[in-house]
């Protein structure tokens, strides 16, 4: 007997159907509920609304629990690579050896862009956003590879244009910094591996080829792991919502990677660097800036911190805590903003106004001074996120398709004027 929700509403009552997820998670169905009872439930910003049954990734936030696929987070973030990962949260399950070589031939071969796609950035402003370009530039890719625009989940080549996807993305990124700086374009090198094919197509220059550096290079895939999905967020949702009308992938994408753009998801981690050198160069104790958080008539929030499923530590906020002071110790170096943002988290745990709003530091918090000891500039802090993010942003895409999930087109409360004649401009 599968368990029920009774509503009682306008006189008349309604039984609805509860469902429990693997992790025994409950909701209450409502696809029914508009056509039974002319009724429909609002929840700004869906803090209270499942948009859809996944099999991808599992947060629970009471718990600071994140697994992907099942693994917990804590245990693949350091032993994973993120290829691994990317074949893991599109398809499922962890690669064997031969699935993940032939997943690593596919992104080689496609790094590579086209010339004409490669003169587009020579027309672009030096100082353009990076996820500006980035999202110009994914819609722009079909133009030169139109199959990819005919593609779904199951056959159609949708594992060439993922791939294709997730490599072509890696090397749009590192042409918007290299055109940033004026330098010529670093061909991607087939022969290096996800990450150090990245750094050596940021870094390399004609005098000094990038030299692989496995500490850097691990710290990369770790950043690039940690941010790799995270349930229905904000960008996650919003690549749903495209894909649902059918469009293609990388137009899908490019949509996510709008919506990750705003300070108050994926920008956050250039908004936490800029906060940490404000309170480093202004001379201001740091409980001028707890209170300016706090203070009802400032916008101002203490970028990093808070979640809307996280009310407990945010895992990844914590993994890349502890590996920080390693990696700055690796690379002999010393980060004067790491030890504000300690102090920072330290004092937000003794106060009452974090406690009682279950603030906590989330993955944006540390994630941008671990780009900043690898050398990543900060106007590109956002683009990493948007890499780590693509296999989840895909994944989300593929299983919708399977799911044949229906258009997104939600309700809404009508509160404007009601029905009235037109009057002419002369009598206005
Ligand atoms: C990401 O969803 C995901 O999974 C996202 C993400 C992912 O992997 O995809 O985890 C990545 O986007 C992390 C979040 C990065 N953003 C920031 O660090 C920006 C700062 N944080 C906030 O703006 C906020 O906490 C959000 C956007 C993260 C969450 O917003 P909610 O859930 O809508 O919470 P809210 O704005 O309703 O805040 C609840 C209360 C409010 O106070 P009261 O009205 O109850 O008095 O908490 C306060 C807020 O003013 N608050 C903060 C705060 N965050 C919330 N006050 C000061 N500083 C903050 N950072």
Redesign the pocket.
Known sequence: MSEKATLTVGGASYELDVTTGSENEKCIDIQQLRAQSGYITMDP?F?NTGSCYSDITY?DGAKGILHYRGYPIEEIAEKASFVEICSLLIYGELPDAETLSKFQDALAEHAPLHTNLEHHFSGLPTASPPMAILSAMLNLVSCFHPDVLEVYSEGHGFDRTAALLLSKVRTIAAYSYRMSVGKPFNQPNPNLNYCANFLHMMFSDPYREYVPNPVIEKALSLFLVL?AD??Q????STVRAVASSRANLFSSIASGVCALWG????G?NI??IRMLEDIKSSGRPIDHYLEK??D?DSD???????????KNF?P?SRILKNRLDELLAELNKKDPLLDIALELEEKTLKDE??IS?K?YP????YSGLLLRAIGIPLDMYTVMFALG?MPGWIANWRELHDQRLRITRPRQIYTGSQERSFVPLEKR
Do not use: I, Q
């Open positions: 910003g803090g947060v941010h995270h349930e967020n904000c960008s996650t300070p108050l998801h994926g956050a908004g936490v958080a706090k009802k101002y929030r203490l970028m990093g911190f808070g979640h809307r499923v996280y945010d990844r106004y974090f709003r603030l989330n993955v944006d918090f993010r």
